[in-house]
Nanobody
Framework: QVQLVESGGGLVQPGGSLRLSCAAS????????MSWVRQAPGKGLEWVSS????????TYADSVKGRFTISRDNAKNTLFLQISSLKPEDTAVYYC??????????????RGQGTQVTVSS
């Protein structure tokens, strides 16, 4: 069955960095476009970034552009999100999601359990 397992979250000071990972299994990872979405306390899901199946095309939400970098290693079935210059408003649970459709679409059929990122001094 499809499994997406995120890791790499934690407590970080403003301006700090983290690298989130998502280990995928149960499907042919290289055939699917992938996204990171996040959910801040008391708020709904927010799309963060997407990458196409080959790792060539990427898109970012305006709120993270220039600070976050999405990438993938298809040989290792792993999705990454390098997050830098963190702000308190980046505090959220970050989820890895499998896209249903084209890489720029925001429809998902599977999502992981999430990894918590807390930005605080």
């Amino acid at each position: 069955q499809v499994q997406l397992v995120e890791s790499g979250g934690g407590l970080v000071q403003p301006g700090g960095s983290l690298r989130l990972s998502c280990a995928a299994s149960g499907f042919i990872f290289s055939q699917y476009h992938m996204s990171w979405v996040r959910q801040a306390p008391g708020k709904g899901l927010e799309w963060v970034s997407s990458i196409n199946n080959r790792g060539i095309m990427t898109t970012y939400a305006d709120s993270v552009k220039g600070r976050f970098t999405i990438s993938r290693d298809n040989a290792k079935n792993t999705l990454f999100l390098q997050i830098s210059s963190l702000k308190p408003e980046d505090t959220a649970v970050y989820y890895c999601s499998r896209i249903l459709g084209n890489y720029y679409e925001k429809n998902y059929d599977f999502r992981g359990q999430g990894t918590q990122v807390t930005v605080s001094s």
